[in-house]
């Protein structure tokens, strides 16, 4: 009952791990930490998709964006990957995005989110290990 009518997390770590399943956390990748799914080429950053609710929503960025460059402070830089953007920010958490759109090049400012892990889940692969799962799936 407190799932359903609370707005906590669930324990999805204990509840994975009590099946039989291997749960690790790990720290999110850029993209999804900003909330997007990209490719990364010579030319920008090219933008996939974007998650509703996220950082990169929220400054604007649209899938078919291209991400140019980045305005920190009173310099700018080209970017080609998510990890140049991480490089020339530092420890700063405010940026301008440099994209293109249409043609037309827009500056969207974009606040850098903090760290965040995300979960990892794998199956045993002793055979032992795996009964509690097995039965589980079935």
């Known amino acids: 009952a407190a799932w359903v009518h ?22 999110a990748a850029l993209a999804q930490r900003l909330g997007l799914r990209v490719s990364e080429g010579t030319a920008g950053i090219a933008i996939k998709n ?9 400054a604007g960025l649209a899938p ?6 980045v305005e920190i402070g009173d310099e700018a830089w080209r ?4 990890d ?8 700063r958490r405010e ?11 827009l500056r969207l400012p974009l606040q850098w989110p903090a760290a965040s892990s995300s979960l990892r889940v794998s199956l045993p692969t002793a055979p032992a290990e795996a009964a509690p799962w097995k039965a589980w799936i079935g």
């Open 50 to 58: 974007v998650l509703s609710g996220s950082a990169a929503e929220a």
């Open 79 to 82: 970017v080609n990957k998510l």
């Open 84 to 91: 140049e953007v991480a490089f020339y920010l530092g420890t």
């Open 6 to 27: 609370g707005t906590g997390e669930l324990p999805l770590q204990s509840l994975l791990k009590g099946v039989g399943l291997n749960v690790s956390e790990e720290p």
């Open 95 to 105: 940026l301008t995005a440099l994209v293109s759109r249409d043609k037309r090049l």
């Open 64 to 69: 078919g964006d291209e991400w140019l460059g």
